[in-house]
């Protein structure tokens, strides 16, 4: 059906064409050059070319052309960003840039890249792989942001900014699309202004259904299916030409079923002498293979489970539920004044009723699954001055707070109920940050600039993990408490750093910009909810980024060729990695400050206008991270693994082309994005027998993949708008995260959707 739509839509397209006068033919919806690009990284209003910093800029309807939906996909236009779904968790995702990533979503543990909306710090993952609804556009940050964003930016940070309401136009407009797996998404925005030039409301709304792309064949039921809803209502008020109040309220609402996990690689049985006898008794690796053995009474092997991405067999009665309901608020005040702009932002975030259910192995047999069960709640504030001084200093200068309580319980569970742990406990965390930046022009040519910021951190941790077996109940496994005390104990920590930058640039000529800068930056140190013993409950240090950067941001061709350059090297000490340890025969994930590594990279994305009607853009990055010292808790070297979830090399290739017909504007558009192969595990196999190694990371490693998307639109002038698009267009089957299992001797990695291709039909009145 929808390739027969897609010859409708180019069989009409041509009609239109052979109608027209031929004077339009030649006429185009795009301009002659590059249009100026307004960027907002240093906190105040800038031209992309005169900003000393890498940043990329989308707005809406470039991410459209591209059929790039969501935030995750924004790693297909942006060079060295790399991002995907925490393991098994849809609603969750996993950010790496430039080489700087945290490999899990735990509520004491943050985020290597920061995301902001609207500049609103959403400190938790969950919620934030929706729709690019309503969006404005996005910057990705690249590099360290310790001075004016501050703590948990070592890799970046990425702007979001959602459309505000027009003050003086009545309007909006409908879409609804369907595509693969029986996905319709309705989408309805209306702008209306309460008193004209001076107060307008926006309210969006956006629904989606779609049935899934696998399948669980032992209950029957789709996996990876979405019902997600979102409203959106903002209000902006400007009484005068110097004030203005923003206001938003958003709820999302996300009722998924999590898509599977495959079993790449299933070890064979290792036994070892723990007697002493002479004779191997006690397995100690390969264990999934046995219980595979044991409940089917031999009839059955786990071997028939191993590479099959798309066809589970989950426990029967398993439902992968991932859930989460997200409420957001804020308020933005700005005041303009003579010497510059005041800025107050306060936000609200909650994140509640978060469900997440796992069964890792996919088999019908309990060999190892994990539910997640949790509830977050965030608040900020910042008050924000911007201005210039002396006709040729910009400053910036701030004060920032932050509060986050969250709540965690997961369940996790080894051969059924033989082996259960539950790891619950409620962490807070407190912040607080002052900060101050100027770039001051020596002359036209020759600028400097100077940032500092001072942060704080306090956070605390009380524990009630219990670990034990279902028939005979669970003991607490808190370290210090008393045997007859309740279960809980609290644990604390704080930490401060002072971040700074020191940037040069100097233009060479109108068109041509040369930068350096040398930048720091730090991630929150934190608590070890999972832990098991006193040493696997010690906190864990803050993780501290120096970083040098050099760059050159250029315009040829009275601006139709742009092309930004910048080149980098990152020293990264107290490098915090987590990894699986047991602990009096229960598994525990313990986080410490145990690796120093140095990082060389470099970006490159052009832009062009080599016709009115076309536009051409391609993107480079290259990531090169080397551990220098990697000496795990057990005193094992471990500086010669591979880095997971680190793609070392990214290009992409884009081409658009806009065609202005009698009645509408015909635009085609081609995206591909290929990425290097990535290692998908954080080094989680290495209790695997040697010879087995070698095969269980080859299983977690995913091979060198390109995406091709493309999307052909006509917008009549009358509103109706018609599209048809496709994503993995070449079918390519591939896998993002994964985990090794020691003892159980598996590895697992989960399959992402094959080729989606829909129709969007839409009308803006």
Not at 230 to 254: C, M, Y
Not at 323 to 350: F, Y
Not at 497 to 506: F, I
Not at 596 to 613: I, M, N, Q
Request: hydrophobic share 40%; with cysteine.
């Amino acid at each position: 059906m929808l390739v027969a739509l897609g010859f409708m839509l180019a069989g009409l397209a041509s009609a239109l064409a052979a109608a027209e006068p031929p004077a339009e033919a030649t006429s185009a919806a795009a301009p002659d050059a590059v249009p100026s690009i307004v960027v907002t990284a240093r906190k105040t209003e800038e031209v992309l070319q005169d900003v000393p910093l890498a940043v990329t800029h989308r707005t809406q309807e470039q991410l459209r052309d591209a059929v790039l939906d969501t935030v995750e996909d924004l790693q297909q236009t942006a060079p060295g960003l790399y991002i995907r779904p925490a393991s098994g968790q849809g609603t969750a995702l996993i950010f790496q840039m430039r080489g700087q990533t945290q490999f899990d979503t735990l509520g004491t543990l943050d985020p290597a890249v920061a995301v902001y909306q609207d500049q609103l710090y959403l400190a938790r993952p969950f919620g934030t792989n929706l729709s690019f609804v309503d969006v404005k556009d996005v910057q990705v940050l690249r590099g360290p942001q310790g001075t004016l964003f501050g703590r948990n930016t070592t890799g970046g940070a990425i702007l979001l900014t959602t459309r505000d309401p027009e003050l003086s136009a009545w309007g909006g407009s409908i879409r609804t699309g369907i595509s693969s797996d029986d996905r319709i998404t309705a989408t309805g925005i209306v702008n209306v202004p309460l008193q004209r030039d001076h107060w307008a409301l926006r309210v969006v709304g956006q629904r989606t259904r779609a049935d899934g792309y696998a399948v669980d064949q032992t209950n029957d039921q789709d996996l990876g299916n979405e019902h997600n809803q979102l409203l959106r209502v903002k209000s902006l008020w400007r009484p005068n030409a110097s004030f203005s109040l923003a206001l938003t309220g958003e709820v999302i609402d996300i009722d998924e079923r999590n898509g599977p996990a495959e079993l790449a690689f299933a070890a064979q049985t290792r036994f070892a002498d723990t007697n002493g006898d002479g004779t191997p008794e006690t397995p100690v690796d390969g264990i999934a293979r046995l219980i595979v053995a044991s409940a089917s009474q031999g009839a059955d092997t786990i071997d028939n489970y191993v590479g099959a991405p798309y066809r589970a067999q989950n426990d029967p009665g398993t439902d992968l539920e991932s859930s989460a309901r997200v409420r957001l608020w804020s308020a933005i005040a700005k005041w303009e004044r003579a010497w510059g702009r005041i800025q107050l932002i306060l936000g609200r975030r909650d994140t509640d009723d978060v469900a997440n259910t796992i069964d890792f192995d996919s088999t019908p047999y309990p060999i190892i699954g994990t539910q997640l069960l949790a509830d977050y709640l965030e608040h900020s504030a910042e008050l924000q001055l911007t201005g210039q001084a002396f006709e040729h200093l910009q400053w910036a200068a701030g004060v920032y707070g932050f509060k986050e309580k969250a709540s965690e319980s997961t369940d996790s569970r080894i051969t059924g109920s033989a082996n259960v742990s539950d790891f619950n406990g409620d962490a807070r965390a407190e912040s607080f940050g002052v900060y101050t930046q100027g770039s001051y022009r020596f002359t036209d040519q020759l600028g400097l600039t100077l940032g500092l910021r001072y942060s704080s951190d306090d956070k605390s941790l009380l524990s009630r993990n219990r670990v034990g077996n279902a028939p005979e109940g669970l003991r607490c496994a808190v370290p210090g408490v008393a045997v007859d005390a309740p279960c809980a104990r609290r644990f604390d920590n704080d930490s401060d750093r002072l971040n700074y930058l020191v940037g040069l640039d100097y233009r060479l000529h109108d068109g041509v910009m040369l930068y350096s800068t040398l930048t720091t930056g730090y991630r929150a140190g934190g608590q070890n909810l999972r832990g098991l013993s006193e040493e696997t409950f010690a906190p864990f240090k803050p993780e501290d980024v120096t970083q040098i950067e050099i760059g050159a941001k250029t315009e040829f061709l009275r601006g139709k060729l742009r092309a930004n350059l910048a080149l980098y090297r990152t020293h990264s000490d107290d490098v915090q990695r987590s990894i699986l340890l047991r602990v009096d025969g229960f598994t525990s994930t313990f986080t410490g400050n145990i690796a120093e590594v140095v990082t060389h990279g470099g970006e490159l994305e052009l832009s062009a206008y080599p016709l009115p009607s076309l536009e051409l853009g391609a993107s480079l990055g290259i990531v090169r991270p080397r551990y220098e010292r990697y000496v795990d808790f057990t005193g094992i070297d471990r500086s010669g693994e591979e880095f997971a979830g680190i793609p070392q090399a990214h290009y992409t290739l884009s081409v658009a082309h806009t065609r202005r017909l009698a009645h509408a504007d015909w635009r085609n558009s081609l995206n591909w994005s290929w990425r290097d192969e990535v290692y998908n595990a954080q080094a989680n196999i290495r209790g695997f027998a040697p010879n087995e190694q070698d095969a269980a990371e080859r299983a977690l490693t995913q091979p060198s993949l390109g995406l091709l998307g493309a999307r052909s639109a006509l917008e009549f002038r009358n509103g109706l708008g018609l599209a048809i698009w496709g994503r993995n267009l070449t079918d390519e089957e591939y896998a993002t995260g994964g985990l090794g299992f020691n003892g159980l001797g598996i590895a697992v990695r989960f399959p992402q959707p094959d080729r989606q291709v829909g129709v969007d039909v839409s009308y803006r009145f």
